[in-house]
């Protein structure tokens, strides 16, 4: 794994909005007295969260002090987990598949779109409104090829239909997550055929 660094430029402070800050608490009371630290992982990702989907340098130190961890130890943390993004991203954060599936299926192309639509991975748009990045399995080999734009997946895809898809979310329309070619869930391109009739088969 590569050595993940947080960003250069930080924000000078972090504080939890009321509304994630009573969340937070509330996952605190979930594990016994002394085992509070093992909330880390959702405490962080609400961080990232209400960060727009990255966590600057005081929302680690915010939740370290929460949780009574020396800061070491969430750096430890934010940096060895990368579903944890250490600079911004965009609104619109592309998480391209490479594992093997994908890239049998036309990862490669798929990647090019995003460097031709978006720029180099870890670049946000001008605009603020798509970064991208290469990740591994995310559990839809079937549908190779397939990205995740920030919690919905996009699967069956084309270089022409991830194209589609970034220019409707740019427009500020809804996409309907999913395959993109038809296909229903995960079931075989011509369509459910298990516990059907033989005669239907």
């Known amino acids: ?3 993940r660094r ?3 430029e930080q924000p000078e402070g972090f504080a939890f909005s009321p509304e994630n800050l009573a969340w937070a608490e509330a996952q605190l009371k979930k594990y016994p007295e002394g085992r509070q630290a093992s909330a880390v992982i ?5 961080a990232q969260e209400q960060c727009g989907g990255w966590l600057p340098e005081p929302a680690l130190r915010t939740v370290a002090d929460m949780l009574g961890l020396a800061h070491i ?3 430890e943390i934010a940096t060895f987990y990368t579903m944890f993004n250490l600079a911004p991203v965009g609104r619109y954060y592309v998480q391209v598949c ?9 990862a490669d192309e798929i990647k090019a779109a995003c460097r031709t639509l978006i720029g180099e991975p870890g670049h946000v748009t001008p605009d603020g409104l798509f970064s991208w990045t290469e990740v591994e399995c995310l559990g839809a080999c079937v549908n190779a090829p397939m990205v995740q ?5 996009y699967e069956d ?15 500020g329309r809804e996409v309907m997550p999913g395959p ?3 296909r229903q869930a995960s079931a075989p391109l011509s369509g459910p055929r298990t516990l059907q009739a033989p005669e239907s088969n």
Do not use: F, H
Request: hydrophobic residues 45%; contains cysteine.
């Open 1 to 3: 794994m590569s050595v």
């Open 6 to 8: 947080l960003a250069a």
């Open 42 to 46: 959702p405490i962080l990702w609400r």
């Open 73 to 75: 130890r969430i750096y």
């Open 98 to 106: 490479g594992t093997t599936p994908c890239w049998l299926r036309g």
């Open 149 to 153: 734009i920030n919690k919905d997946y």
């Open 157 to 171: 895809l084309t270089p022409d239909r991830l194209e589609w898809i970034l220019a409707n979310l740019k427009a």
């Open 180 to 182: 993109q070619n038809g």
